[in-house]
């Protein structure tokens, strides 16, 4: 059995690749990735593990369980040269950022998993526009925290 948080992530990727708002940009989620996206591939949203904290001071919260706040990125890259206008990247950057906003608290707060207890949206960072080659590309991570409960002894269960 997998880890719950590899579990969340999974979940989360097929939660916005459902969304009709993701679909008719033609964006598509998957596990974050450390190689460079094709252009083919564009616009794309990755799924980043950040972290994560148990919740109670001394981890546990009892002697049968531990909850935990998982940190998610949802890195959102996209062509800036394809934008329906030349200098709409932003609306268009924005617009995707709400697509998954509402993908993901359509099933808050458990995200359809018996493990999840919340889903909190965390803001988002500044977008980083960079050039390369003759491409333009935008990006910028949507900060999510997931509340999830773990047994003490198995972070599968």
């Not at 059995?1 to 989620?29: E, F, R």
């Not at 977008?127 to 333009?136: A, I, L, Q």
């Amino acid at each position: 059995m997998d880890n719950l948080i590899y579990t969340l992530l999974a979940a989360l990727v097929v939660t916005i690749n459902a969304n009709a708002g993701v679909i008719a940009k033609g964006a598509t989620a998957g596990l974050g990735r450390i190689n460079p996206l094709a252009d083919s591939e564009l616009p794309f949203i990755g799924l980043f593990y950040v972290g994560d904290t148990p919740l109670g001071e001394l981890g546990p919260q009892n002697f049968n369980f531990i909850d935990w706040n998982v940190a998610v990125g949802i890195e959102i890259a996209f062509d800036a040269d394809a934008t329906t206008e030349p200098d709409d990247f932003q609306k268009d950057a924005l617009n995707l950022r709400a697509d998954v906003h509402n993908a993901l608290m359509v099933v808050a707060p458990t995200q359809g998993l018996d493990f999840v207890i919340n889903t909190i949206p965390s803001g988002a960072d500044e977008p980083v526009v960079d050039n390369v080659g003759k491409r333009k590309t935008i990006s910028y991570r949507s900060n999510w925290v997931f509340h999830i409960r773990t047994t003490i002894e198995d972070m599968t269960t």
